[in-house]
């Protein structure tokens, strides 16, 4: 009996090697007895019928996914709610979360069409944003949760409360609320910890603080996380979602971020080894 049956292939708008490598995946899946369908972006490549999302994510029992990190963020975000499993192929530049190569695509991916691979979820933040009794908006993140200035380049007064204690009431140029997943992102070059992405875990980082004793905390993702814009210093800000879906924000704003309770479900060959993939992207052990 097979294991998947339908897989929708997911990928970004452009890039050199981008039509080749879609073309040879989707002509593997459909000798593979998959029925395929596709994503926007890759059909328009490659002069198909496009099946719209909304659709296309309840038909499909595998996502595979083409590009980079970026790519992939967009579709785990939309494919954590219907728990289809994704396979990053990578055709960007860092790539933490695509690990099949284009030359090892067909051999890899028959591997995991076979039930031979390794399964990874990753959490997600949910957030939302109020002003008042007013809704402003609320969105998921897979990587980061971010508050930073608008227009201006000047700090932002907020008091952060965890599950309704006072924490501190601080001024940075942001705050940055990042899963493991994003650990390695812009946490990371903010000065954060990286995390194990198997924790439930979820770490608050200053941007640039004012005072060089505000320091990153890590606190369980079952934890509630309340922010308020202070008043005494004036400043728009945004509340950002892996860097898109920007929610404006003024003083006196309440932010709430909570654990999403939708995991995303990432298959990885199973020579997948999280340290190498560190030990690779961040250079560790090479002579500068």
Known sequence: MKLFTTAGIFSKQEGETLEPTLQVLYDFLVTQGLDVLLSSPA???LKQTA???EELVTQIDVAIVVGGDGTLLTAGRLLSRYKVPIVGVNLGRVGFLVDV???NMQEQLGAILNGHYIEDERCLLKAYAWRGEEKLGENIALNDVVLHARNEVRMIEFTTYIDGFFVN???ADGLVISTPTGSTAYSLSSGGPILHTS???TVLVPIS???????????PNQSSIEIELGSDRPVDSLLSFDG?????????????????PE???????LHYDYYHILRSKLHWGTQL
Not at 244 to 260: C, E, T, Y
Not at 263 to 269: N, T, V
């Open 209 to 219: 603080p004012h005072t060089l004793t505000s320091r990153p905390i890590v606190i």
């Open 199 to 201: 924790l439930d875990a």
């Open 169 to 171: 009431t601080q001024r």
């Open 43 to 45: 059909a328009q490549i």
């Open 101 to 103: 190569l284009p030359a």
């Open 51 to 53: 099946t719209p999302d």
């Open 263 to 269: 995991k995303m479900r990432l298959l990885h060959p």
């Open 244 to 260: 898109h879906h920007d929610i404006p924000l003024m003083s006196g704003d309440r932010i709430k971020i909570k654990a999403s």
